[in-house]
């Protein structure tokens, strides 16, 4: 496969000036799929979801069919969630949708809350994103003006009234459980599993919680046929999917693909490959939680068994490509830094385990540390894993630990030269990171 | 409700074959089979797990994961396996884990020697640590409040105590600061965490992080023994085990009874042993010389001059009990004046109440409402209770069963309650007004006319309609809680009879076959043994086991004017103080001026002080022996965890030697032995022993005996219409608030002393604006020329019309405007001091 077959069904069009706005979304086909759809019996739809194969484009990979029809049906208050929290580091596919064409993640919105008998839906934007927050609230206005939200769209007796909010700036409310508590107004943080959101979610209710892309893609399922879409990709890794590329690359940036691309075209192709001269030397192949492969898992597919079974995982689908003048230090470091600071806190090894594993790898980054502290820290990456209440955790186990056994050979060679060097432990302070004092006021 | 009924299913752990009852978390299933899971952040008391800590991760065959044994439900035929090597190196991971920031300051804390974390990581844990690096420090120790000290550093971020107060109390104070590996407990703002439960956090946490700062350093676990007992101090009865160090008690801990505390203590449960030790506690009698100063006394003499007091009294003697008296005490007290002195002038509520035959309708067994009846019913309804203050711990029970399983609340009173936001229906009409509101629900309930009580009850007849509507909606479940106050003052037994009409409207009764058994009345008495004192025979109008007396003696009013007038001579005060703990002091500071008080106590309060002609010092709670019943029925043992100081006595033993020598021939020689007099008097208690009771006490009326239990009125009609609540008429209602915090130990423990109520007069916004009054300014409520002074607090939730005065103040608050306004219906002028 070429990368010039890809075809293009989220990104179609996607530069077309104002496509952000309803007229132009209406004058490409836009809405039609979801009039047609208000008149469809609901478990019709679902059937065509489970038909098309489709996997949750937000990281863990779920089978969107299937989550639909785990929502009970019945008549209470059930919800329907966005989740555009994209936080993950290398991920940028969710903002180019919502600030391109924010009308076709709302029809997906109004589908997908249509097919669960969901009437109240929330998009959980990223703080950050505030310029793609106001495209979407725009968005909802016009859709709201044009009848498609609010009581009786279009006549069909569905109501749906539908909120953007957004986040307050952290990684973890991306996490669906810690997403909704967030959304309740409480601390965000991941809530036991079971009971899952699609019977105890939002406010105690039934919750479908989906991805931008995910929801995203209904309307384009619907208005092919679910047997039609699954007929692209590959066998359990249906469809095509944005894959955010970015790092040592020529062309950084959103790529629609087929699943089941080669990776080395879609790195070497369709983003240009590293700058003349230099080689890939690793890649996260899904965001930074994900382990990081070699170059010579270059001439994998890039689908979600595949990527699975070369002991990695395909995630968010967002690439980041390292070329050799990286250091896997720095980068062990940078992911410990990011994922330490995120970690809510609530459990025991991702609270500890983050933060002990940040402290052992400053010392090694400042040289202090012998090679018996490198397999202290592999260890406590095994300890992190599979032990945790949601995946933060072990999502930076995974990738550090992968770092730590690739290139166990350079991140000794950094020990002794760091040993050798004349700065070495200038300006190290080896109690810091000890003192996170906040005062309480002292009672009289 | 129906209580849960979980059927035995078997699973294996470990090998072994286990039968346990379906669906029970696995962490409590194992125990069953003598497996021990260790955990840290599951307590089932605290509602649905949450999975934090990872401690409890085990196998289960079929899935590929560790599970958490604290959220996994048992099945039939689950193999579970907590030995294999992954568990035992999750296990070994979350403890290193644990530690990696935990100061191992074992040496210098207090929870060494009983600290979960030192054995689970003794039991599970690896035995050496990886860590290198520096671990996160905090100021220490901090005061997270005057009764609590926060470690910061020693904290596992458990979450116990902040789901505590989220989830149990639901004071929503303390909360996680921060974020991840920085994450501390604290309040909002650093404001010190003061609620009426926080004390219960510190038994929750798991290591030494929070710890009582009056039992900071005072002793280790191998210095101490456990004393188990109930706390005395409010008709909730809790069950607690003293912590005692050298005959002195260092600390109080919850005694786990299910039927009665749920496990958690009232700050005032927990901290007040400290009032035993107090410089202000009386450690010998004292008799008033000449001079009118108040000697030390030997015990012979102190008992010879009450003993020449009360015989040259005779009959015209009156005794109140109240307080911490107990059952012996009680039934002894009667004894004395009905069979030695020959006087019937008794009393042990603090109010006139309802007569005899009414009482007898309210606590009838079958109608008997229980404790978890609060918990699991469809409905309960609150009247003119504030449980926070009648019996701190039931406001857990309420919020448990709202916020779990669903219960419905309604509130219907003159004042505002905490659990008013959990509220279906919040009724609030005038002060006085109980017996218009209770005739107007029985009304609204049975089809009759409701507008004519709720106008004389000051309330909007759709108001009791709607909530007589609910109530008849609600599912058979129904309870109704209420204090003595709901059926108190004049118009006492017309309340009573309307109560017993609601009652029967709802189908209450256990009798006539509608409930389940969890439907009833719920009386809270104002003081800790009032239910058990009226079962002994101290009423004015009944005697042991509430028969009938010949002739009925006079009620609290008639005592005091007898004392006053030349009726009445010699007023005994057991337990209880006229002038502190009884309404109209202007009243019962002239009865006692004119005639003699003999008082047991343990503090010179105002009327002991000023009064009495004989003081016994009283056994502080930790030393009490003898049995008491609680509201619902159930008799508990007070059993002594310390010795009694040497110069002080048992309060049985002082009646026993009183009667002796007035000329009793019985000799009482124990405790035990005034238990047994008193159930043979008392045919609903005959023939319990002191060992059934035990440590988790017995509900007589469960009891076959129950049946001999005196048959109460059936003549409910009412006999007159209603008292009409007078028009404000620019004055306002006055309503009495009685702060858990108002007795004595309080004010005598040196930890809780920060709580003693101040005088606070609390008036709706629009009569402060009226009256140019502002939130936090002096006021000056005066009746019939009695003043006292207040401080203004402005509170939307109080209607118009209607002042609420504190009482039991130092200085006497609302208690001592007298006159009318002593039974509840008064108006008092408020005005800016
Ligand atoms: C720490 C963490 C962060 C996550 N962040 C996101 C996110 O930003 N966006 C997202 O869609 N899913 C995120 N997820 C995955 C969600 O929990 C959830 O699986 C997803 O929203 C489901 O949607 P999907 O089925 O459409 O993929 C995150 C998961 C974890 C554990
Ligand atoms: S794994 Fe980390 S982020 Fe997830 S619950 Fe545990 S502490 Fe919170
Ligand atoms: S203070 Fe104690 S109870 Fe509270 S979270 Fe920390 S360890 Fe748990
Ligand atoms: S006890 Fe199970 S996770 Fe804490």
Same mark, same amino acid.
């Given at each position: 496969m070429t990368a010039s077959a890809t075809p293009h069904?989220?990104? &179609?069009?996607?530069?077309?000036?104002?496509?952000?706005?309803l007229p132009v979304y209406a004058r490409r086909g836009g809405y039609e799929v979801m009039k047609d759809a208000l008149r469809r019996p609901q478990d019709g739809i679902v059937e065509e979801l489970k038909q098309s194969g489709l996997r949750g484009?937000?990281?863990?990979?779920?089978?969107l069919g299937m989550k639909a029809s785990f929502?009970?049906?019945?008549?209470i208050d059930k919800y329907l969630v966005c989740?555009?929290?994209?936080?993950?580091?290398?991920?940028?596919k969710d903002r180019e949708i919502m600030q391109k064409c924010p009308h076709r993640l709302i029809e997906g919105m109004i589908i997908a809350a249509y097919t669960v008998g969901a009437n109240k839906a929330f998009?959980?934007?990223?703080?950050?994103y505030m310029h793609q927050a106001d495209v979407l609230e725009a968005a909802v206005e016009e859709a709201k003006a044009a009848g498609?939200?609010?009581? &009786?769209i279009l006549g069909s007796g569905f109501n749906l009234d539908l909120w953007v909010h957004r986040g307050a700036?952290?990684?973890?409310?991306?996490e669906e459980t810690g997403l909704l508590d967030s959304l309740e107004g409480k601390r965000g943080n991941p809530r036991l599993k079971p009971p899952f959101p699609a019977n105890?979610?939002?406010?105690?209710g039934p919750t479908l919680i989906n991805n931008v892309e995910t929801l995203s893609t209904i309307p384009v399922i619907l208005g092919m046929g679910g047997e039609e879409y699954a007929k692209l990709g590959v066998e359990r890794s249906s469809g095509t999917k944005l894959i955010s590329v970015s790092g040592h690359v020529q062309r950084p940036g959103n790529y629609e693909i087929e699943l089941g691309m080669k990776a080395r075209d879609i790195i070497e192709g369709l983003a240009g490959?590293?700058?003349?001269?230099?080689?890939?030397?690793f890649w996260f192949?899904?965001?930074?939680?994900s382990p990081v492969l070699l170059e010579? &898992?270059? &001439?994998?597919?890039?689908?979600f068994d595949t990527m699975a079974k070369a002991g990695s995982m395909l995630g968010s689908g967002a690439i980041i490509v390292c070329d050799d003048t990286t250091s896997p230090v720095d980068v062990a470091l940078k992911l410990a830094t990011f994922y330490r600071h995120e970690s809510?806190?609530?459990?025991t090894p991702c609270r500890e385990g983050t933060n002990w594993t940040l402290r052992m790898l400053e010392r090694v980054e400042a040289g202090l540390a012998t090679p018996m502290d490198l397999d202290r820290i592999e260890s406590v990456q095994n300890q992190i894993m599979g032990n945790c209440l949601c995946v933060l955790g072990d999502a930076m186990a995974m990738p550090v630990s992968s770092l730590v056994k690739k290139f166990r050979g350079e991140f000794e060679e950094h020990l002794e030269k760091k040993r050798a060097?004349?700065?070495?432990?200038?300006?190290?302070?080896?109690?810091?990171?000890?003192h996170v004092d906040t005062p309480i006021r002292v009672v009289a | 409700m129906p209580r849960p009924q979980r059927s035995p299913i078997t699973f294996t752990i470990d090998g072994r074959d286990v039968v346990a009852?379906?669906?029970?978390m696995l962490a409590d299933a194992a125990k069953v089979g003598d497996v021990e899971i260790p955990v840290f952040c599951y307590e089932p008391k605290l509602g649905a797990?949450?999975?934090?800590?990872?401690?409890c991760l085990v196998e289960v065959e079929g899935i590929p994961k560790l599970q958490t044994a604290c959220s996994t439900p048992v099945k039939d035929g689950m193999v579970v396996n907590t030995t294999a090597p992954k568990v035992k190196a999750a296990q070994e991971s979350v403890l290193e884990f644990l530690l990696?920031?935990?100061?191992?300051d074992c040496p210098v804390c207090?929870? $060494?020697?009983?600290?979960p974390l030192q054995d689970i990581s003794y039991g599970w844990?690896? !035995?050496?640590?990886?860590v290198a690096e520096p671990k996160r420090h905090f100021t220490?120790?901090?005061?997270?409040?005057p009764l609590i000290a926060i470690d910061r550093e020693r904290?596992?971020?458990?979450?116990r105590c902040v789901r505590f107060s989220?989830?149990?109390?639901?004071?929503?104070?303390l909360v996680f600061l921060?974020?991840?590996?920085d994450t501390y407990v604290g309040t909002f703002d650093s404001h010190?965490?003061?609620?009426?439960?926080?004390?219960?956090i510190i038994e929750l946490?798991?290591?030494?992080?929070?710890?009582?700062r009056p039992y900071r350093?005072?002793?280790r676990p191998w210095d101490i023994e456990g004393g188990g007992t109930v706390?005395?101090?409010?008709? !909730?009865q809790c069950n607690v085990t003293h912590t005692v160090r050298d005959e002195r008690v260092l600390r109080t801990l919850s005694r786990e009874n299910d039927a009665v505390d749920d496990g958690w203590l009232c700050d005032k449960g927990r901290f007040s042993y400290q009032a035993a030790t107090?410089?202000?506690?009386?450690q010998q009698p004292l008799v008033r010389d000449a001079d009118g100063n108040l000697q030390p006394a030997s015990w012979d003499d102190a008992l010879d001059r009450a003993a020449s007091i009360l015989r040259a009294s005779g009959e015209r003697t009156a005794a109140i009990a109240g307080g911490r008296t107990l059952n012996e005490e009680g039934y002894l007290l009667q004894r004395l004046l009905?069979?030695?002195?020959?006087?019937?002038?008794?009393?042990?509520?603090i109010a006139p109440g309802p007569s005899r035959e009414l009482l007898a309708a309210l606590h009838a067994p079958a109608l008997q409402a229980t404790v978890p009846d609060l918990e699991f019913a469809h409905h309960v309804l609150l009247l003119d209770i504030e449980p926070q203050e009648a019996a701190p711990i039931l406001e857990l029970r309420l919020r448990k069963g709202a916020r779990r399983l669903g219960t419905k609340l309604s509130v219907a009173g003159p004042r505002p309650s905490a659990l008013d936001p959990r509220a279906q229906h919040v009724l609030r009409y005038a002060p006085g007004g109980n017996e218009g509101f209770l005739k107007a629900l029985a009304a609204a309930l049975e089809g009759g006319d409701v507008s004519g009580p709720a106008a004389a009850a000051g309330i909007d007849a759709a108001a009791v309609s709607g909530l007589a509507d609910t109530l008849k909606a609600a599912g058979e479940d129904r309870v109704i809680l209420y204090s003595d106050a709901l059926l108190s003052g004049p118009g006492a037994d017309e309340s009573a009879r309307a109560l017993l009409r609601i009652a029967a409207a709802l189908s209450l009764s256990g009798e006539d076959g509608a409930?389940?058994?969890?439907a009833g009345l719920l009386g809270i008495p104002a003081t800790t043994n009032g239910r058990g004192l009226r079962e002994a025979g101290v009423l004015p109008d009944a005697g042991p086991g509430l028969r009938a007396v010949a002739h009925p003696g006079r009620d609290l009013p008639g005592i005091a004017e007898g004392l006053a007038g030349s009726e009445l001579d010699a007023l005994i005060a057991l337990g209880v103080d006229p002038i502190a703990d009884l309404q109209g002091r202007a009243a019962w500071r002239q009865a006692l001026g004119a005639s003699h008080l003999i008082a047991v106590s343990s503090f010179l309060t105002e009327g002991v002080a000023g009064y009495a002609a004989v003081v016994f010092p009283q056994e502080a709670p930790a030393e009490q022996e003898g049995t008491l019943t609680h509201p619902d029925g159930r008799v508990q043992r007070a059993r002594p965890a310390v010795r009694r100081p040497d110069g002080i006595r048992s309060g049985w033993w002082v009646l026993a030697q009183l009667a002796a020598r007035l000329g009793d021939r019985t000799t009482l020689h124990t405790a035990g032995m005034a238990f047994a007099e008193l159930t043979a008097e008392v045919p609903f208690l005959a023939g319990l022993t002191l060992d059934e009771i $035990?440590?988790?006490?017995?509900?007589?009326?469960?009891?076959?005996?129950?049946?001999?239990?005196p048959k109460g009125t059936t003549?409910?009609?009412?006999?007159?219409d209603a008292t009409v609540v007078p028009p404000a008429n620019g004055a306002l209602r006055l309503a009495r608030q009685s702060s858990?915090?108002?007795?004595?130990e309080v004010a005598a423990s040196k930890a809780l002393?920060?709580?003693?109520?101040?005088a606070d007069a609390r008036l709706a916004p629009a009569d402060a604006e009226r009256l140019g009054i502002t939130e936090g300014s002096p006021v000056a409520l005066s009746v019939d020329g009695t003043e006292i002074s207040a401080t203004a607090r402005l509170d939307s939730r109080i209607p118009a019309g209607t002042v609420v005065a504190q009482a039991g103040v130092p200085g006497g608050g609302?208690?001592?405007? !007298?006159?009318?306004a002593a039974g509840g219906i008064g108006l008092v002028e408020v005005r800016s001091a």
């Open positions: 069904l989220l990104l &179609d069009g996607i530069d077309e000036p104002g496509l952000n706005t484009r937000g990281g863990a990979g779920f089978p929502i009970p049906a019945g008549d989740n555009a929290d994209e936080s993950e580091p290398g991920t940028f998009i959980f934007i990223r703080g950050e498609y939200l609010g009581n &009786d700036g952290a990684y973890i409310c991306g105890q979610g939002l406010y105690q490959g590293t700058t003349p001269g230099h080689r890939v030397k192949p899904g965001g930074s939680s010579d &898992d270059l &001439d994998l597919t890039y689908d809510c806190g609530k459990c060097s004349e700065d070495f432990m200038l300006g190290f302070d080896p109690a810091a990171g000890g | 009852p379906e669906g029970t797990p949450v999975g934090a800590c990872r401690m990696v920031n935990h100061p191992l207090d929870k $060494g020697g009983e600290c844990g690896r !035995g050496l640590s990886r220490k120790p901090l005061e997270l409040s904290c596992i971020l458990c979450y989220q989830e149990v109390a639901e004071d929503h104070q921060e974020r991840g590996a010190p965490y003061v609620a009426p439960f926080s004390g219960n946490c798991p290591v030494g992080a929070l710890t009582s350093f005072r002793a706390c005395t101090l409010c008709p !909730g107090a410089p202000e506690r009386l009905r069979d030695q002195l020959s006087s019937p002038h008794l009393e042990s509520r409930g389940s058994g969890g $035990g440590g988790k006490g017995v509900r007589w009326p469960t009891l076959a005996e129950a049946a001999t239990w003549d409910l009609e009412p006999q007159t858990p915090w108002r007795i004595p002393r920060f709580l003693v109520p101040s609302a208690d001592e405007l !007298g006159g009318a």
